[in-house]
């Protein structure tokens, strides 16, 4: 859909993510069939995670991926580093049991902290604002406090320039493509094989077919976010793709803004980059269900949603150089897709919005499950629905 002739900014930002360096070198293409111990398709974080994994384990493996590294909402997302799942702590505890919900938490606090310590120059640890829109906001950030101590996780309430709500001291920001890249390269150097341009058409039992080559590897693990239930068919029902939109601006030296933000309820998000620029997301629920598609492009009401916010609430005037989309996946449940699809061939994603470390956790876990070794994360993920992402 076409953005408004009112916004000179509309007509000149770029398609490309803020994070993405168009000069970055592609992988090689896979143009004849090759044999492995395991064969990962997607590299996004969840993938390269598993990768890691696999060569940890000594296993000869060979990665895949329809684009490139970090092709997709890896690598065009709002670069948060947060910990837990995509529901706040306490709708987490409500949804899935304490036990579970706490247990998930905790896990991703290492993850964050094992993810600081082994990256320290893609990643930033600043905490993380949740901002309420409004009073009765106020008042469910307020609970999530309660809940959070009640379970020993940091939070303290917050009250200051950006707003009412609270801050989460472990969470961070990170330049998402730059790191990916970062972990494809030390995987590559570590012996793992990776491939670009080459789209997974087809999976069975042992093999992997794209169109122009195959890859027979007796294990085999799809780690896709948005679009997974294009690349497996049988899962269109209980994964369903939704697109999400963001901009990024010039640097904004107007404005300062410390640590990223998440305002009303997380349906819009945003973080001041080192360089001043601000990159800002969400207004998926203004957007209508026309957002409901894994496709490429920016629509009219989410742009606008999008730009007032920039322009009212945190008052920048810099131009807006970037306006993308990328897709990721939510389930009725609320947990990932995630286990066992056909032996041997091992599945997950649809994090329902938030993947950055939560997403990295599954893809370690499910290569595990998937050597054998069924790790605390798959108990938790597994309870109650081993059979539900099978075909
Ligand atoms: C705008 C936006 C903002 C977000 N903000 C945050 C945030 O701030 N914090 C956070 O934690 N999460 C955020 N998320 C969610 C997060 O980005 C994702 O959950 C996470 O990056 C998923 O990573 P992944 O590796 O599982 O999947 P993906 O990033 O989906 O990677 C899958 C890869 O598989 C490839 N692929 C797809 N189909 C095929 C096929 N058939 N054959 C071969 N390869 C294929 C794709 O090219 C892609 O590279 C955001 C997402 C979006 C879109």
Redesign the pocket.
């Known amino acids: 859909m076409a953005l408004p002739q009112a916004s000179a900014d509309s007509l000149n930002a770029s398609g490309d ?1 803020v994070w993405r360096d168009p000069q970055a070198a592609r992988l090689p293409a896979l143009d004849a069939d090759i044999d492995a111990d395991a064969c990962v ?9 598993a990768i890691e994994t696999f060569v940890d384990a000594g296993l000869d493996v060979v990665g ?19 910990a837990g799942l ?1 529901q706040f702590h306490h709708d987490a505890v409500r949804r899935f049991g304490r036990e579970r919900a706490l247990g998930i938490y905790r896990l991703t606090c290492a993850e964050l902290e094992r993810v600081y310590a082994a990256y320290p120059s893609s990643t930033r640890r600043t905490g993380s604002l949740r901002i309420a829109a409004d009073a009765a906001e106020e008042s469910d950030c307020a609970t999530q406090i309660d809940a959070m101590l009640a379970d020993g996780l940091a939070v303290s309430a917050y009250d200051g320039p950006d707003g009412r709500g609270l801050v989460v001291p472990g969470d961070g ?1 990170f330049q ?1 493509a730059l790191h ?1 890249r970062a972990v494809a390269r030390s995987l590559a150097v570590r012996g793992a094989r990776l491939f670009g341009d ?4 087809s999976v069975e039992a042992g093999l992997v077919h ?1 169109r122009q080559a195959r890859v027979r590897a007796p294990i085999v693990v ?7 239930e ?2 497996l068919p049988s899962l269109a029902g209980r994964v369903r793709s939704v ?4 901009l990024a601006t010039d640097a904004a030296l107007e404005c300062s803004i410390s640590q ?1 933000v998440y305002f009303r309820h997380g349906h819009d ?1 945003w ?1 001041q980059l080192p360089d001043g620029r601000i990159a800002l ?2 207004g998926r629920d203004v957007g209508g269900d026309g957002e409901w598609q894994a496709g490429p492009g920016v629509s009219t009401p989410v742009q606008r949603h999008l730009e007032t916010l920039l322009r009212e609430r945190l008052g920048a005037r810099a131009p807006i150089a970037h306006r ?6 939510f389930t009725a449940d609320g947990l990932p897709a995630f286990g066992e699809h056909l032996p041997g061939v091992f599945v ?2 649809a ?10 956790l ?2 370690r876990a499910l290569a595990h499950l998937a050597l054998g070794e069924r790790t605390q994360l798959a108990d938790y993920l597994l309870e109650g629905r081993a059979t539900d992402f099978q075909s």
């Open positions: 993510p398709v997607g590299l996004g974080g969840s993938g390269l995670a895949i991926d329809r684009d490139d590294i970090a092709a997709g909402a890896a690598g065009a997302n709002g670069g948060f580093l947060l995509a920001a998402p990916w080459a789209a997974m058409t794209t799809i780690a896709i976010d948005g679009g997974l294009a690349a697109r999400l939109q963001m990223p998000y973080q997301g969400g993308w989309s990328a897709a990721v996946a997950t994603g994090y329902n919005g938030t993947g950055n470390i939560f997403g990295g599954c893809g």
